[in-house]
């Protein structure tokens, strides 16, 4: 027996249906969760006010064909705190002018070592970590 064209086509969509409500529903809603679990620890740890990152992050479900994708979309500079920041020198064009709250006063420069005192960022893995962690429980 041989099974009719328009079966097996509403058999991948019907897969495809499936695939997307879950991803959108179940698997995308939790990889957000854990993500916001780990950055919250992360900023915990720190002492970072950085909820942005996961008040802004948003969801993305996109079915192209036969694939349906998932992906979230953090707020910019979230791979700062990603993937960490050495210490580094920021050069001005040609004066850096900033607030120094630590001194409580305005400083013009002509460049700084950023992170020189605080080591930089480190990095956080809260979304590397998130992704591990999903496919785990999958």
Do not use: C
Not at 22 to 32: F, Y
Not at 92 to 98: A, E, I, Q, R
Not at 113 to 138: C, H, K, V
Request: without cysteine; hydrophobic residues 35%; proline residues 4%.
């Amino acid at each position: 027996m041989e099974l009719d064209q328009a079966f097996e086509d509403d058999l991948r969509e019907a897969l495809l249906d499936d695939a997307e409500q879950k991803a959108r529903d179940e698997i995308g809603p939790r990889l957000k969760q854990i993500a916001q679990e780990n950055w919250k620890a992360y900023a915990s740890r720190h002492n970072y006010e950085i909820d942005h990152i996961w008040e802004d992050a948003e969801l993305v479900v996109d079915r192209d064909g036969d694939a349906v994708s998932i992906r979230i979309e953090w707020p910019g500079l979230t791979a700062l705190f990603e993937w960490g920041v050495d210490p580094h020198t920021i050069d001005g064009n040609p004066l850096l002018h900033f607030y120094y709250d630590r001194i409580g006063q305005w400083i013009t420069t002509e460049s700084v070592n950023w992170g020189s005192e605080t080591g930089g960022i480190p990095e956080s893995r809260a979304i590397r970590d998130a992704i591990d962690q999903l496919e785990g429980e999958l």
